[in-house]
């Protein structure tokens, strides 16, 4: 059996989804050569609409695939005020959002404030009552209460 008919697997991880493409080293290949379209065949039977950018070396990923929301916050704007505007938009009344998602929607608006600050701010909307905190089985959640 030469080397190119001998069995070769390739997994791909989309989100917390996984795939395997087998066949020998050249049809797995082949089937790579067309990654774009066997991603958009793989998003769409997961029934996802888009996919998170592959993460950096060192980055946190999130488990989300949805498009962060686009707001213009003003650089001087609190970080509560930030949080509070990010959590006022379609996507954040549409499900709670955890903290790794808040900072990744604050890092897109090029909103930048560290972690624990936001925790910190988190804590405090949630004793205001301006938030709500869920405990679901990723961690902590936040949602805007409604007024």
């Given at each position: 059996?030469?080397?190119s008919d001998r069995p070769f697997t390739v997994r791909i991880r989309i989100g917390t989804n996984e795939i395997e493409v087998s066949?020998?080293?050249?049809e797995v290949m082949r089937t790579l050569g067309n990654v774009s379209e066997l991603i958009s065949k793989?998003?769409?039977a997961f029934g996802k609409t888009t996919i998170p950018p592959p993460a950096q070396e060192g980055e946190e990923t999130?488990?989300?695939?949805?498009e962060f929301p686009s707001v213009a916050?003003?650089?001087?704007?609190?970080?509560?005020d930030a949080i509070v505007q990010l959590l006022s938009t379609?996507?954040?009344?549409?499900?709670?959002?955890t903290l790794g998602e808040l900072l990744a929607a604050?890092?897109?608006?090029?909103?930048?404030?560290p972690e624990g600050t936001v925790k910190g701010r988190l804590t405090d909307l949630t004793k205001r009552g301006v938030l709500r905190r869920?405990?679901?089985?990723?961690?902590?959640?936040?949602?805007l209460v409604k007024s």
């Open positions: 059996m030469s080397s066949g020998t080293h050249e793989v998003t769409l999130t488990e989300t695939s949805e916050i003003d650089p001087a704007t609190s970080c509560p379609d996507w954040g009344r549409r499900k709670p959002r604050m890092k897109v608006n090029a909103v930048h404030y869920v405990n679901s089985g990723r961690g902590y959640e936040y949602i």
